[in-house]
């Protein structure tokens, strides 16, 4: 019996058990995308039941999967991310023909977020801002929840993205909607974000300049144009500029990473025929600085508030009846506040040094709070996810991601993910 993209199939030997499937044992996070061979639709386990789940890609519905990478890399390239983050696409189904027409939203990827993904689906992918592999899995089996969550994802066809990091620094990201609490004159990164001047199509950092020169009158001048091409491309680049200089020499630009840079040095210092007067310059390009992208908020107030006032406007903002309250020392509840330096998430090392009346974040260390009330700082714990769950809210409730998609992909915010800690 077929209902949609859901089929319930009855007798566990008879399925094709996960144990039984080619899968690959991720012993670091970098390995993803996960690719599955052979396993063609999800099994679920339900009171004896096996619900068995396709994401529909036969029938050629929604987007497909690595345009949807596209798209949500285009709002929030994965270059602005911590250079020690996990982010990007974690788990991807196998094949090429995966299309996404719903996405299952979440602060943290959890059991029951996957459950409520394969009982309310089919979803074709799970954003979830927190990386669910982030520290190394040596194994996929039963063991940990976190090896359940991904052989779940796996077994279900539900392709897994994470962008963490690449949310916070973003323009109109995850510190600027908690920054959006207050009113304010100005609002800046803690600390901003760095891009390479220029990329390739493929989206990598184009780093160096290179120059090779060799005289214009060298009889193996042309074979050596050929030859240096036909290197260039095969390590996925070319010649980016050829030109004539006025001491008769002839100029041959590349524009691309270090590593290629070594390579076709390499290369051509290996050649037999290589022309007999041969100069190498190589430059390196520097960052250039992205206004309004980075680590992050100092907001500057419009109006100063007293502190009491600051922290009812966090509570409305988060939704939240509680928070936590380090007063600085020798203030109180209503001294001034002109700045909040703020951070989603874990604020303890972007917040350190920085000269604020009010740190803002979700948790720090008890002695970094220590160290801020006695510099004359107050300090207001949220709890991590609470100062970042809501943003994500707010991507489904203003259909930004929806419009990013133009209408083509339903984000749905998942209604299971809530932060763990609770005042009792």
Not at 29 to 51: A, C, D, R, Y
């Amino acid at each position: 019996m077929k209902i949609g993209c859901v089929t319930y199939v009855k007798g566990l030997a008879r399925i094709l058990s996960l144990e039984r499937a080619t899968l690959p044992l991720i012993k670091y996070p970098q390995v993803s995308p996960i690719l599955v061979k052979n396993l063609h639709f999800g099994i679920k386990m339900e009171s004896g039941t096996i619900k068995k789940h396709s994401s529909c890609d036969e029938n050629g519905e929604g987007v497909l999967i690595h345009n949807v990478v596209k798209k949500l890399e285009s709002w929030a390239p994965l270059s602005l991310a911590a250079s020690w983050d996990k982010v990007g696409l974690q788990v991807e189904p196998s094949g090429h023909s995966h299309r996404v027409n719903r996405i299952l939203l979440t602060n943290d990827l959890t059991e029951v977020v996957v459950k409520e993904a394969i009982e309310k689906g089919p979803f074709g992918m799970i954003v979830s801002y927190h990386p669910p592999i982030f520290r190394p899995l040596s194994t996929l089996t039963s063991t940990t929840w976190k090896e359940r969550v991904i052989r779940a994802c796996i077994e279900n066809r539900i392709a897994v993205y994470s962008p963490h990091t690449a949310w916070d620094a973003v323009e109109g990201g995850v510190n600027d909607w908690l920054a959006s609490a207050f009113v304010t004159e100005k609002v800046r990164p803690l600390t901003v974000s760095k891009t390479w001047p220029q990329v390739n199509a493929k989206g990598g950092k184009l780093t160096h300049h290179l120059e090779i020169v060799v005289s214009k009158s060298d009889e193996q001048l042309g074979s050596f144009l050929e030859l240096l091409s036909d290197c260039a491309e095969e390590m996925g680049t070319h010649i980016h500029d050829l030109k004539d200089a006025s001491d008769n020499t002839k100029v041959i630009t590349f524009v691309c990473d270090e590593d290629c840079v070594h390579r076709l040095v390499k290369c051509v210092k290996s050649w037999p025929l290589k022309p007999l007067h041969l100069q190498f310059r190589v430059n390196k390009y520097e960052q250039i600085p992205l206004p309004g992208f980075g680590e992050g908020r100092l907001c500057t107030l419009k109006e100063p508030l007293i502190l009491q006032d600051v922290v009812d406007a966090v509570k409305s903002h988060l939704k939240l009846s509680h928070v936590r309250l380090a007063v600085a020392k020798d203030l109180d509840l209503d001294s001034r506040v002109q700045t909040v330096a703020l951070c989603a998430g874990s604020g303890s090392s972007v917040l350190a040094g920085v000269r604020a009346d009010v740190f803002l974040t979700g948790e720090m260390g008890h002695h970094e709070v220590l160290e801020a009330v006695h510099r004359g700082c107050h300090v207001i714990l949220c709890e991590h996810s609470n100062t970042e769950r809501g943003f994500l809210r707010h991507l489904v409730e203003n259909k930004v991601l929806s419009n990013l998609f133009d209408g083509a992909v339903d984000v749905i915010m998942s209604s299971q993910d809530k932060e763990p800690l609770q005042v009792v």
